[in-house]
């Protein structure tokens, strides 16, 4: 049974809004000859919302989607250029609530190269891939604590080389992890 997770977790005092919206996101896992990566990208420095932020390609459904995983096909296709056909859907993780109200729908593929990526610059600043080893490494994540709005928050970061994933991109990444442990 799929559960629900979020920017709450941990966090007493933090309540997610009442009325969310509905997103997905694909959770890619390329299939490289040295192993499974993990395709995120950064959003570029002038959108309105999590501007710069790493993020997995995604966005809201919209009323012609067929559910979550078509919603997160349409979203990496638009994106990043990722073709459908190279990717091959295997589950989904947990929801997960953000606190800037969202409840988005990971969606768990794995991705077979090769395959060109045509990112959308307006929304997209850069693709890249960490290693699933990184991510699966227990010496990988840690949990910080920053102020915000007058109250200590705590959430989960993957620093990896000189990039920061963070928020509910790295919660979504330790629920793959627990996931995945789970066997």
């Not at 919206?21 to 990566?37: M, Q, W, Y």
Request: glycine share 10%.
């Amino acid at each position: 049974m799929i559960g629900s997770r979020g920017d709450h977790d941990g966090n007493p005092g933090l309540v997610p809004p009442a009325d969310l919206r509905d997103a997905a996101v694909l959770v890619p896992l390329v299939e490289r000859p040295g192993g499974l990566t993990v395709l995120l990208t950064q959003r570029t420095a002038h959108l309105a919302a999590h501007a710069g932020q790493i993020s997995f390609p995604g966005g809201g459904v919209e009323p012609d989607d067929t559910g979550p995983e078509d919603t997160a096909l349409r979203e990496t296709e638009e994106e990043v250029g990722l073709p459908r056909e190279r990717v091959e859907v295997v589950g989904r993780l947990d929801t997960y609530v953000t606190r800037t109200g969202f409840r988005v729908t990971p969606v768990v593929a794995l991705v077979r190269p090769p395959f060109t990526l045509a990112p959308d610059p307006y929304e997209v600043a850069e693709v890249f891939e960490v290693p699933l080893s990184f991510i699966l490494s227990p010496q990988g994540r840690r949990r910080e604590s920053r102020e915000w709005k007058g109250a200590l928050r705590h959430f989960w970061v993957f620093p990896y080389q000189d990039r920061y994933i963070w928020g509910a991109t790295a919660g979504m990444l330790v629920n793959l992890c627990d996931v995945l442990a789970e066997g």
